[in-house]
Structure formats: C-alpha cells, structure tokens
T-cell receptor, first 113, second 119 residues
Framework: QQQVKQSPQSLIVQKGGISIINCAYE??????FPWYQQFPGKGPALLIA?????SEKKEGRFTISFNKSAKQFSLHIMDSQPGDSATYFC????????????FGKGTSLLVTP | GAGVSQTPSNKVTEKGKYVELRCDPI?????LYWYRQSLGQGPEFLIY????????DSGLPNDRFFAVRPEGSVSTLKIQRTERGDSAVYLC?????????????????FGEGSRLTVL
C-alpha cells in the first residue's frame, strides 16, 4: 500500500510564484523525509530533506514545512522558475532500520514564463 | 565524477524472454537499491543490498525477479519469463551507508535507469 500520499498530481505555476506540494504519511516510525527532483530521462536527485525534530528547513528557494502531529509535510518553492519544471517526489523512511525509502507518486510541476 | 551507471539504458524484449539489467554503484557505497518506476508513478522499492547480501527483498513482485551483488559492488537484476506488465524504468541507487549499523542519511544517488519494454 502507498505509505506516502502526495498531492497534487500536477501543478502549473507562473514564473515568480510559489509552488506548494503536500505529502502525508501514516507510519509514525518514519524519521527522515526527503524530497527528490526528477527531470525527464534522469534519475531522481535529492533536493532537500528534514528530520522530525524541526518544523521547517530552508535551502535557498526551497523550504520544507513539517507538521509531526498531523503527519504531514510540504515543499514550498519560492520565486518559481521555468528551470524548476520537473517531477517532485516526497519520500519517507525509518533511518537505521534496514528498510528503504518509500516514495509518493510524484507531482509534475510546470512553471510558465 | 562517476555516478551510478546502469546498462543497458534501453532494452526491448519479447514476452517470455529473460532479461538482465546491470548497475554499477558509486565506488565505496555499501548500500545498493533497485526500484521500478512505471509511467507517472513514483519509484517502487524492489530490493536493497547491504554489501553482498540482500537485506530486504520484500519489494520483488514475484519469483520471476531476482537480483545479485556477488562482490558487494556491481549488481544485476534478473527477470525471467518477462511479461508486458514488467515494462517500466528500472532504477538503481546507491548510498554510503544504509540500514542498520550506521548513520543513514537516506540520500540515495540514482542512476538514469534502464527502460525495459516487453512486447
């Protein structure tokens, strides 16, 4: 079953706008929440990640907001650029567990000029 | 620098044939993962190796799928009696440390995948 649920499936944002992608999980043992970015024909690449001891992490234009009680986390892309157009995957795992990363189904982001 | 290398990049085969997909991880990475990505979907976990042993193979869909990593480096995913439903991009990823026994940052470095088409 899908352990990480991601929405929306697709998103269109104008250049300069804010892109927001949401994820929810059920397994309270998850303690590592990365976001991966994937361009067509390429493998996913780590964008930014957060652990549940903080509620927010920012790296440049990318911010993860984490709500432990709601078991939700989101990716915010500020000042979205056409080069940000890609598919974004949230993921979750139990670190040091011997288990692998569980991915959401992805969000296809298109940033229009 | 050398990343994760996967071969072939594309493979077209007929239903019922046998297929091997190869992954060469980043040097020094002890953990190796195989994922399968269908069109419009997220990567789906198949199997995870820590060194030479399969630490978790719970994602393999059935006994037609098998993977090996005999020397703890290169891995081969083997699919017997291929079916049309096996068509997907097979992604390999590696990480410095994985699972138990060490600090697992969770950062997986992915290859570009092997696109398998079963006719």
């Amino acid at each position: 079953q899908q352990q990480v649920k991601q929405s929306p499936q697709s998103l269109i944002v104008q250049k300069g706008g804010i892109s927001i992608i949401n994820c929810a999980y059920e397994n309270t043992a998850f303690d590592y929440f990365p976001w991966y970015q994937q361009f067509p024909g390429k493998g996913p690449a780590l964008l930014i990640a957060i652990r549940p001891d903080v509620s927010e992490k920012k790296e440049g234009r990318f911010t993860i907001s984490f709500n432990k009680s709601a078991k939700q986390f989101s990716l915010h892309i500020m000042d979205s650029q056409p080069g940000d157009s890609a598919t974004y995957f949230c993921a979750a795992m139990v670190s040091n567990s011997g288990y692998a990363l569980n991915f959401g189904k992805g969000t296809s982001l298109l940033v229009t000029p | 620098g050398a990343g994760v290398s996967q071969t072939p990049s594309n493979k077209v085969t007929e239903k019922g044939k046998y297929v091997e997909l190869r992954c060469d991880p980043i040097s020094g990475h002890t953990a190796l993962y195989w994922y399968r990505q269908s069109l419009g979907q997220g990567p789906e976990f198949l199997i995870y190796f820590q060194g030479t042993g399969a630490a978790d193979d719970s994602g393999l869909p059935n006994d037609r799928f098998f993977a090996v990593r005999p020397e703890g480096s290169v891995s081969t995913l083997k699919i017997q009696r291929t079916e049309r439903g096996d068509s997907a991009v097979y992604l390999c990823a590696s990480s410095i440390l994985g699972g138990t026994g060490g600090a697992n940052t969770g950062e997986l470095f992915f290859g570009e995948g092997s696109r398998l088409t079963v006719l």
